[in-house]
């Protein structure tokens, strides 16, 4: 399962171009948090602004898709180690929001 938990900081790092280590995270703020408090209505406002920018041409489009992969990178960084998806289901789920979104 350890694998999925950094999948899912991957996932964070690579849409949000941040770091776990960048300084904003001290203490008890941790990326995860971040992001957990940033779901799911603020969470364009943590993506990546080039990110957006390459995705602007549908608003309602782009939040539900940036929703689904930052909902899967929470679920794929849960506290407790029974609450992460296996991967299977991680790979289910990517394939979905690929079929939905591309």
């Known amino acids: 399962m350890a694998d999925v938990y950094s999948f899912g900081i991957m996932l964070m790092e690579t849409f949000t171009k941040m770091k776990p280590t ?3 995270f001290v203490g008890e703020f941790t990326m995860r948090r971040w992001v957990f408090e940033s779901f799911p209505n603020a969470i ?3 993506v990546d602004i080039d990110l957006m920018n390459a995705v ?3 608003v309602r489009y782009e939040e539900s898709c940036f ?3 930052m909902g899967l990178a929470l679920e794929c960084t849960a506290d407790l180690l029974d609450e ?3 991967v ?3 790979l289910t789920r990517l394939k ?3 079929t ?3």
Do not use: H, M, P
């Open 22 to 24: 960048d300084d904003t």
């Open 44 to 46: 364009t406002q943590i």
């Open 56 to 58: 602007e041409n549908n």
């Open 67 to 69: 929703r689904s992969i």
């Open 84 to 86: 992460r998806l296996a």
């Open 88 to 90: 299977k289901d991680v």
């Open 96 to 98: 979905k929001i690929k």
């Open 100 to 102: 939905e979104f591309c």
